[in-house]
């Protein structure tokens, strides 16, 4: 069954910086679009970043886009997101879904395009 493990989440004074991992397993990794989604308290999920299944090309939300890099590494079986300059309003709880292909025009990645068994997420807390 595909699995998703994510971590590297925790607590960070605003302008602090975090790596965020996931390890894949159950599936062929690297034929899969993998994408970063973010839930903060009382809200829904809101898409935050995306990495093609060979890692070419990179997509990010406009809330965190020159503050964030998406990576991956097909040996390890795993894809990145390293956050800085964190906000308060990054706050949330942090998962990885493996995806589809972005939209055409947006180039974004809905929540409709993201395979089920996302993990349990990671937890980033911004605050002073």
């Known amino acids: 069954e595909v699995q998703l493990v994510e971590s590297g989440g925790g607590m960070v004074q605003p302008g602090g910086s975090l790596r965020l991992s996931c390890a894949a397993f159950g599936f062929n990794f690297g034929n899969y679009d993998m994408s970063w989604v973010r839930q903060a308290p009382g809200k829904g999920p809101e898409w935050v970043s995306h990495?093609?299944?060979?890692?070419?090309?990179?997509y990010y939300a406009d809330s965190v886009k020159g503050r964030s890099t998406i990576s991956r590494d097909k040996d390890q079986k795993a894809v990145y997101l390293d956050m800085n300059s964190l906000r308060p309003e990054d706050t949330g709880v942090y998962y990885c879904?493996?995806?589809?292909?972005?939209?055409?025009?947006?180039?974004?990645?809905?929540?409709?395009?993201?395979?089920?068994?996302w993990g349990r997420g990671t937890q980033v807390t911004v605050s002073s």
């Open positions: 990495v093609n299944y060979d890692g070419q090309n990179t």
């Open positions: 879904a493996a995806a589809g292909p972005v939209t055409a025009v947006q180039n974004m990645c809905p929540v409709s395009r993201m395979f089920p068994n």
